[in-house]
Structure formats: C-alpha cells, structure tokens
C-alpha cells in the first residue's frame, strides 16, 4: 500500500473528525488530569469509540469486529496521536484483540471491547528496559492449572484492565525464546496486587505483583511454552500501532510549532521568517513525513503478512519515535519561554512522546532489531 | 486482474528468455551502465544484446507509443513491467537522458516530424543527449540565463556558455536553454535541439574532488542551428524546460526505491568489530529504510497526482543527505582501506571516489539550502520565504 483506498479515506475523516471534537486535549488529556482520575481516560469517550465502530476494526467480522487491519488502526492511531487523546484503543482495541485472535479468549473478550465495556492490558516488561526475551515471571504447573509468581511492569492501564494479558515463563530461562506462554489473568485473581501509577504524560500505568496466582489452564492463550509467535503478533501490532500514534503526536506538535511561527513577532518581524528557524522546521517536515510512510509500510507489511513485516515494524518504531523526539523538543524551544509553562499544551506532545517512544521498545532496542535483521 | 496476471507472466517468461545473466548483477559502478550512442562501445556482448531486445520490442521507452519506437504500454503494465524487470535484478539497459528526459517533452512539445525522427533513435540508444541549463551566471536563478540565440533568417545563431553540462563531451545532442529574447525573463527563453559536432561548440570537462569529470563547460561560438530544431513555440521554451524538470524530479522520485531491499550495502564491512560503529550504521539503516518506504509513497502520490508541487524538493533534500551519510558510514566502515585511491583491491579508491562525489548531490539541482527554503515558503507557508 501507498495510497488509501476510499474506505480508508473515509475511515481517516471519521476518526479526525471525532477525535478533534470529542477527543480535545482540553476535553479529555487536561480534562482527567486535573480532576486526577483513575483511569486517566473517560470511558464515555471508550464508549463513543465503540459507536462508531473503530473498536472493532482489527476484530474479524465473523466476531461482529471489522475485520479491518493495521493500516486502518493506523489511521485511527495517527488521530489520537494528534489529538493527545488518552483511550484503551491501542493497548486494547489492537494489542489486546491481537493477543487473543484466533484463541476462545476472543469469544469472551471481543463483546466488551466491541461495545467499549471491557479494557484489557497487556504485561510483558519486567525491567526499566523493554526485553520480551528475558521474560521471567514464573507459571509453574500446579494440578489442571497454573501458579504464577514474579511482577511485570510499564503495564499501560494495568490498574483499570478487566484482564491482563501476561506474558509468562513455563520452561527454560530468560533469554529465550521458548518456554513463554500467554495467560489471561483477571483483575480479580487472587494474590495479584497493581499498583496503579501515574507516568510522566498522566497517562497510567501498573506495577503488578504476582504473589502464587492460581490459574486454570482455561486461562492460557494460545499454546504452553509457545507464546513467542503470540507474543510477537501482539507487540508487532502494538510497536506497529505507536510508531502512528507517534506521527500524530509529531504532527499535532508540529502544526502547533508552526502556527506559532506565523503569529509570534520579536525584533518587528514575525519569528517564521528567521531563516534559521525555517531550516529547522522544513527539515522537521521531512523527518515526520518519512516516519509517516515508514509507519504505514510497516502497517501494510503487517497486513498482508509479509516476511519483511517485522523488520519495518522496528524501522517505523525506531523512526517514529526519533522524529517525534525532533517535533517535540523543537516544539517547545521555538515557543520559547510560554513552552516551558503548563498552561501551554506544546509540552503535552513531549511527555506523551516520551512514554509512547518507551511503549513496545525505545528508539535503541528497535536499531538493534534493525540490525539483527539485517544480519550485521 | 487477470488479464493484467496475463501481461505479467508473459512479461517475466520473456525477460526470463532474453534477459541475459551477466545483465542480472547489481550495477557495481558507472562503468556498468549502457549510456548508447554515436560512439558507445558496449562493455560487453550481453550488454548490446539485452540493449537489442529491449530496444526491439520497444521496452526501453515502455510507455512512449509504439509509433515512435515505444511499448505502447500503459502505465499500470510499464508498472508491472519495472516490477518484473525488478524481480529478476534486470539492469536497465539503457541509461539515457533522451528517454527520462527529453523524450516526454518531446511527446509533449514536439512537432509530429520531430517526434518521428528523434524518438525512435532514442529508444533504441542511438544518441546520447546532454542537457544545456546552467550557466556561470545562472545556477539556482536558471532563468537568469544568457547564452542567446539570434534569429538569422534560415538558422539560428547561438552564442555564449553553459556549465554543469552532464556528459556534454561524450553527448552526441544536445537540449539547450537559449535566450531569444531580452524583453521578459523567463518569456524571453527557448529549447534548441543541436548536434555537439556543429561548429563552434566546444567542451571542455570540469576535474572534480572524486577524479571524475562527469561534467563540463560547454561553449557555443557562432553555432548554427536550424530553425527545425526548436522544441515548442520561439520564447516558450521556459514552459518544456519546467515540464522536463516535473520529469527529473519523478527520477528523483525513484531515488530510493534501490535501497528497499537491503540494508547499507556496506559489503563485507557490514559487521564492524566496533560496536559503536555498528550502532551508527544500525541508525543510518532505520533512515534509509523508511527514506524507502517514503520513496515507494512519494512515487505512488506522484502517479496519482496527489503531490504537492514542492515535495520534490523535501525529496531531494532527504535522500542527497541519507546518501552522504551512507558514503561517509563506508568510508568508516572501510578504514584505511577506503582511503586507497589506486589500488586494484580498493577498485581504483572507488569507495573514497563515491564518498567525495557524493558532496556534490546536495549541491547540485538545487541545494539542500535552496530545497529547505522551498519547503518552508510552499509546504510549511512560513513567511517571507
């Protein structure tokens, strides 16, 4: 793919369009923040989502979903990127309906999302550093079921999820890539404390403590020992889905930045006529323009299930978020002082950035998947 | 779709048979390329013979009309057709100005006897044309230029120096920008046609920092060029001189597409024992695989027509500095190896030689400066630009 298709068109308008208006920064990010919710999201808002149908579109049809694909919910991700909008779309709308696709945790799961009552997380860290690898978080087998004991972390809406994806260990040792299994463990479950935080850009996130959780075998995704093809379809939708949530937060920041070049004046001229802030930001267009494109090659691989799909999911994440860093910090240095302040929403694209460019790998785990893909 | 399956399998079953394999290796230098022309020796039997089968069945102009030595292809089968030719590692066999550049403006401008005497020789790689547009005086202002034609009767009489003339000592033609009036600027201009063995041309080629001398200067001393021999109406020529310019810029459009595959191409160097080296070449990769994922889209919106006017220029700028990094990641990667400038392991400096070659890409056509200039004023909209 290159160019949209009329659906996808029309897809791209309605999720601007909604997300402008109901998604505002001032209606939803600034709007939960202050009164210090929870969730830090509305679920009114999840609700709306589900009207117009956009939970569904990575849903099969023969699941009541749209059975659409990466490339829309790229669509749809760019928007909320660009709208700072705080929702369960990517961690369960695509993450979450992509862990369990094809499982009969979709039979349970995919009403809720569909209708925008469940919200589902998604745990695979366990350090400061995204390493799916390294999973360690034990399940030890324990009668018909399981016993899971360790702690995850950077589990996005892990306080407010109905259920948690988890990635766990059922054989062999952190660093490889065998012997992982993908359980899906209620909020409710016994012994599983979550600490709900608030992240830098007052998006949530979880610390959760497995303490000797009991599963069935029920709750097992997928195959035992064999949760690294699972594993990985999740967190290429998920890497896949950030890197244009990223491009939106690098165009919202940018349409910001320039519009304040063309009304801003110092020294009797506007300061978009400074050559040397004109460079800048013509060489920013071209970084978020490229990341644009790389996002949605890597959405289109995805889709169509080509081989090359995972290498360009690491070249999207990895551009994405260096392109984004660029909007962002360019952002707040060209409004000068105002930038600095909390009144200002250009600062918003930056810590937002900064947990999004974290979310599913950093810029440097993704160059070096780069580079071991390329075989160097 | 499958009429269109029909067109591709025939397609590939024919460059199967006739593509030969010595024109499915990756073009290592320039020397490998298929300039054609008056006085072109082909490198080898393979490369005259895939230039002879193209030629024939009118591939190498794919969708110019079968009339003047074209395909007659549309423009989804000259799609399907690059494909193929893609698929198979096919070499293009034949590099040549008169088809990605001076043949679409002839199709557009020319006069009917134009069209059927010089498309069919390009096509089949019969003259090799040079463009004349530079001048001393005029680089990123070209309209400024003033090498003059006059008007005298039955021909006419051209004076003056063009610069940064591709090729201009091994052109067999030449499509030149002349002054036929000084009354407007860019109405004052029109597209000659000529033969660089008329008398009173003159070329003389410029020595750059790489050792090579892809370019000259070019002078014209009393030239003269008959009246059949202008493109388009006499002080029009500024208009075909912008259509051919939308023409480079679509090439430039395609600049990445060779990247998509494969990683930096740093041969065996690809694997540096230094791991800070390997984090900066990794770096570079994610830029140039997305710079190719943007040269796939740029070249789908362009086809399309959804691109605005400026882009080129965001084009351009990107891909000439991805390509400086890239040399300047070889030179690294190669060491003291990449210094050699003569040697037969170092094939004659040639990673040294690309390296400082590739300085000039964001000079020339437009520097970086000027295409970032061009950005902020059209695309971004920031004043006084």
Redesign the interface.
């Given at each position: 793919m290159?160019?949209l298709t009329d659906d996808q068109k029309m897809l791209k308008e309605t999720a601007a369009n909604f997300l402008a208006e109901e998604g505002s920064i001032a209606k939803q990010l600034r709007h939960w923040r202050d009164i210090n919710c929870r969730d830090g999201f509305g679920h009114g808002l999840w609700k709306q989502f589900a009207e117009l149908g956009l939970n569904g579109i990575c849903i099969p049809e023969s699941h009541g979903g749209m059975g659409l694909g990466a490339v829309e919910a790229a669509l749809v991700l760019e928007e909320i990127g660009r709208n700072l909008t705080p929702s369960p779309f990517l961690g369960s709308a695509v993450v979450g309906a992509s862990a369990i696709q094809g499982t009969k945790h979709a039979d349970r799961w995919y009403p809720g999302i569909l209708s925008g009552e469940a919200v589902l997380a998604f745990a695979v860290d366990e350090g400061p550093r995204h390493a799916p690898e390294q999973t360690a978080l034990e399940a030890r087998r324990q009668g018909n079921g399981f016993v899971l004991s360790g702690a995850k972390q950077f589990v996005v809406q892990g306080g407010s999820a109905d259920m948690i994806v988890t990635a766990a260990r059922t054989t062999g040792s952190p660093g490889e890539r065998d012997g992982l299994t993908l359980f899906a463990v209620p909020k409710d479950a016994a012994g599983l404390a979550v600490d709900n935080l608030s992240m830098v850009d007052s998006s949530k996130a979880a610390r959760l403590a497995f303490d000797n959780v009991a599963l069935d075998a029920d709750a097992v995704i997928g195959e035992v020992d064999n949760g690294w093809q699972p594993l990985q379809r999740a967190l290429n939708a998920g890497g896949a889905g950030a890197s244009a949530e990223l491009v939106g937060v690098a165009s919202g920041a940018s349409t910001m930045t320039?519009d304040y070049?063309?009304q801003r004046k110092q020294f009797g001229?506007?300061i978009?006529?400074f050559?040397a802030?004109?460079?800048r930001?013509?060489?920013l267009?071209?970084e978020i323009?490229?990341?644009r494109?790389?996002a949605?090659?890597a959405a289109a691989l995805l889709d169509s299930g080509d081989e090359r799909a995972e290498?360009?999911v690491?070249?999207?994440k990895?551009?994405a978020a260096?392109a984004a860093s660029l909007a962002v910090s360019e952002g707040v240095q060209m409004h000068g002082g105002i930038g600095m302040t909390d009144e200002h929403d250009i600062a918003l694209f930056m810590k937002r950035e900064a947990v999004l460019g974290e979310l599913f790998g950093d810029v440097y785990y993704?160059?070096?998947r780069?580079?071991q893909l390329?075989?160097? | 779709m499958t009429e269109f399956d029909g067109f591709r399998s025939d397609t590939r079953a024919w460059l199967e048979a006739n593509c030969p394999a010595k024109m499915r290796k990756p073009i290592r230098s320039e020397a490998d390329l298929c300039w054609g022309g008056r006085n072109w020796s082909f490198q080898s039997d393979a490369q005259q013979r895939w230039l002879e089968v193209m030629a024939e069945r009118g591939w190498t102009g794919p969708d110019w009309p079968t009339d003047y030595g074209g395909g007659g292809l549309s423009a989804a089968e000259a799609r399907v057709l690059k494909e193929e030719m893609q698929r198979i590692g096919a070499r293009p066999p034949l590099t040549s100005f008169g088809i990605s550049m001076l043949g679409p403006a002839l199709l557009k401008f020319g006069t009917e006897e134009q069209k059927k005497h010089y498309l069919p020789k390009i096509a089949r790689g019969q003259i090799r044309w040079c463009q004349g547009y530079s001048e001393p005086g005029a680089g990123s202002d070209l309209a400024g230029l003033q090498t003059k034609a006059d008007d005298a009767g039955d021909h006419w009489l051209v004076n003056g120096q063009k610069v940064w003339t591709s090729y201009a000592d091994k052109a067999d033609w030449i499509f030149c920008l002349v002054r036929t009036s000084s009354k407007s600027k860019q109405g004052g201009i029109s597209f000659l046609l000529f033969d660089m063995t008329t008398p009173g041309v003159s070329t003389k080629p410029i020595l750059l920092i790489s050792g090579s001398s892809p370019f000259c200067e070019t002078f014209f001393d009393d030239v003269k060029v008959p009246k059949d021999q202008i493109v388009g109406e006499v002080n029009k020529g500024w208009d075909v001189a912008k259509y051919l310019l939308g023409h480079e810029r679509e090439m430039i459009a395609g600049m990445g597409l060779g990247t998509s595959g494969s990683?930096v191409m740093l041969g065996p160097a690809?694997?540096?024992a230094d791991p800070s080296l390997?984090?900066e070449?990794?770096?570079f990769?994610?830029?140039a695989?997305?710079?190719a994922?943007?040269s796939?889209?740029?070249?789908?919106?362009w086809k399309?027509g959804?691109v605005h006017p400026a882009s080129p220029s965001?084009m351009k700028?990107?891909g000439t500095e991805l390509n400086k990094r890239r040399n300047q990641l070889a030179m690294a990667a190669g060491g003291s190896e990449a210094l050699e400038w003569d040697s037969e392991r170092s094939r004659n400096g040639a990673t040294a030689r690309s390296w400082l070659r590739s300085k000039g890409n964001s000079i020339e056509g437009g520097t970086s400066?000027i295409?970032?200039?061009i950005?902020?004023k059209h695309?971004?909209?920031?004043?006084?630009?």
């Open positions: 290159s160019l320039l070049l063309k001229k506007l978009g006529e050559q802030l004109q460079h930001a013509a060489h267009y071209a323009e490229i990341a494109a790389a949605f090659k290498l360009f690491s070249v999207a990895a551009k260096t993704h160059r070096e780069v580079a390329s075989g160097y | 990683s690809a694997r540096p390997r984090t070449i990794a770096a990769d994610v830029d695989l997305a710079f994922a943007m796939e889209r740029f070249a789908a919106m399309a959804e965001m700028y990107a400066e295409q970032l200039n950005v902020a695309i971004l909209g920031l004043p006084g630009a």
